[in-house]
């Protein structure tokens, strides 16, 4: 009998230089043995230094894309990364509800580029609530795109303020939630974890390094692949979390464009000795 394949479907869009959306999706995947599916909501122009163009793609390729995976291939979790717009929004939400099973599914909110592009209109967030919202397993906001979703100036880093903001975000629609701590002040990156009713806090050491382009994107596709593993889901955002630091850390030694640079997905695998890099001796 053969065997089967853990499978991640990620609804993103397209980054071209490699460090986020689809492509960081399915390098997370691959590094943590699971194998990625995508369906592509748009396209852009950026490199390390920022966004230089956004295309979002049609209703009907997302569709087409959607079934065609869906028709043939199941799917044991789901990633959605960046949307574009209120259309693709209200057809993902169709389409989710046509997924065989109940496959997990983990919401990045993306309303923003790292460097400031604006992603998602205003009228496009409420609509994300309305309609993704009572569909999603988790949601993995950080502390800014909390205060957007709330309609508030900005979300105080105290862990008061934090949970009470979590269970804001249940209230109106989210099953679960993940609050990245990363924006907040001190030495510690603490996350927290609203699910079941309770509140779990995650802490590590913040790492500072001039490489940590699509770090939402892998956090949130780690926990999916995780999660698609059968993890619990606390379980699932503490091994996603200490990935993400692994990958963090092996990325801060490499160089890659003029700006900000990218994780290094395959740092596992590159310690284990399974990939070797340029010059043909495995990551110390």
């Not at 920022?50 to 209703?59: E, H, R």
């Not at 996350?191 to 892998?218: E, P, Q, R």
Request: charged content about 20%; overall charge neutral; proline content about 5%.
């Amino acid at each position: 009998m053969k065997n089967k394949y853990t499978t991640i479907l990620t609804i993103a869009g397209s980054d071209g230089s490699g460090g986020a959306g689809i492509q960081a999706d399915i390098k997370t995947f691959a590094a943590l043995e699971c194998y990625g599916l995508s369906v592509i909501t748009a396209l852009t122009a950026q490199n390390t230094l920022g966004i230089n163009a956004v295309y979002p793609v049609s209703v009907s390729y997302v569709v087409e894309q959607f079934r065609s995976i869906a028709s043939d291939i199941p799917v044991d979790a789901v990633k959605i990364g960046m949307l574009g717009n209120a259309r693709i929004i209200k057809t993902v939400a169709l389409l989710l509800r046509e997924l065989q099973g109940t496959p997990p599914v983990i919401l990045d909110t993306i309303f923003a580029s790292s460097g400031g592009t604006p992603l998602l209109a205003k009228k496009a967030i409420q609509l994300m609530k309305e309609e993704l919202f009572p569909l999603t397993t988790l949601i993995t906001p950080n502390l800014p795109e909390i205060a957007r979703l709330l309609g508030i100036r900005e979300v105080p880093a105290t862990p008061e303020s934090i949970e009470e903001a979590a269970m804001k975000l249940h209230e109106r629609g989210a099953a679960s939630v993940l609050v990245k701590g990363g924006h907040g002040e001190g030495e510690n990156c603490a996350d927290c974890l609203f699910y079941d009713n309770h509140f779990f806090w995650f802490s590590s050491k913040k790492i500072l390094t001039g490489n940590s382009h699509g770090t939402g994107c892998t956090l949130s596709s780690a926990i999916a692949a995780f999660m698609a593993k059968g993890e619990k889901m606390e379980c699932a955002v503490e091994k996603a979390k200490a990935y993400l630091d692994d990958a963090l850390l092996a990325g801060a030694v490499y160089r890659l464009g003029r700006g900000n640079g990218p994780l290094h997905h395959q740092c596992r695998q590159w310690k284990q000795g399974q990939i070797t890099p340029r010059g043909g001796r495995p990551m110390e």
